[in-house]
């Protein structure tokens, strides 16, 4: 079955980049997402990139695809302390005649002020 | 992007008693729905798979006569919890697609806690 992998946790000072990795095995996929949750929050949507992209740029974010790997990352410029969270990356593919969005297990960033 | 609102955002009910949650595309019509649940500090579990006018497709070990899944209309979704028990206290959370192969977007989730 499809499988999304992410580290469990990153620390970085207030002001320096965050990068966050996430690979997949479905070479199917078509959308891949980043989500962002706050404690006791809901998935806030950060950005999503469609398959045949390299990379996208949107404001402080920037999502590069390695697609031969099956690798994502996604780096925060100028890293804040609202920036605190778990970030989940995601992947859509298709199972059975049923479409699936299948997320990875999150990576909580810690910002140092 | 397009809105998937989710109602109620929290919810506390006595244990035997049931739950609906309800999810809808405001902007867009929703050929499938899926539903996942979130336990503490975990990641999603896709619980069902929904696409509308259909039976729901559920994840192994999902009871679907405990949650009762219905995707009577393009725009709404609804998840019931029949006979909850504290074990069902948890974080639900809905996502919507228009089509095949389209972007996902997701409600802002339903902390249910059963007493």
């Known amino acids: 079955g499809e499988d999304v992998e992410q580290s469990l946790f990153l620390s970085v000072r207030e002001g320096d980049s965050s990068v966050i990795n996430c690979t997949y095995t479905d070479s199917s996929s078509t959308y891949l997402y980043w989500y962002k949750q706050e404690p006791g929050a809901g998935l806030q949507l950060l950005t999503y990139i469609f398959s045949n992209m390299d990379m996208k740029q949107d404001q402080r974010l920037t999502v590069l695809l390695n697609k031969k790997d099956k690798h994502l990352s996604l780096r925060i410029a100028d890293t804040q302390t609202g920036d605190s969270a778990i970030y989940f990356c995601a992947e859509t593919s298709n199972s059975g005649g049923y479409q699936k969005v299948t997320f990875g297990t999150g990576t909580k960033l810690q910002v140092i002020p | ?115």
């Open chain 2, 1 to 115: 992007g397009a809105v998937v609102s989710q109602h109620p955002s929290w919810v506390i009910c006595k244990s035997g008693t049931s739950v609906k949650i309800e999810c809808r595309s405001l902007d867009f019509q929703a050929t499938t729905m899926f539903w996942y649940r979130q336990f503490p500090k975990q990641s999603l579990m896709l619980m069902a798979t929904s696409n509308e006018g259909s039976k729901a497709t559920y994840e192994q070990g999902v009871e679907k006569d405990k949650f009762l899944i219905n995707h009577a209309s393009l725009t709404l979704s609804t998840l019931t919890v029949t006979s909850a028990h504290p074990e069902d206290s948890s974080f639900y959370i809905c996502s919507a697609r228009s089509g095949w192969n389209t972007e996902a977007f997701f409600g802002q989730g339903t902390r249910l806690t059963v007493v």
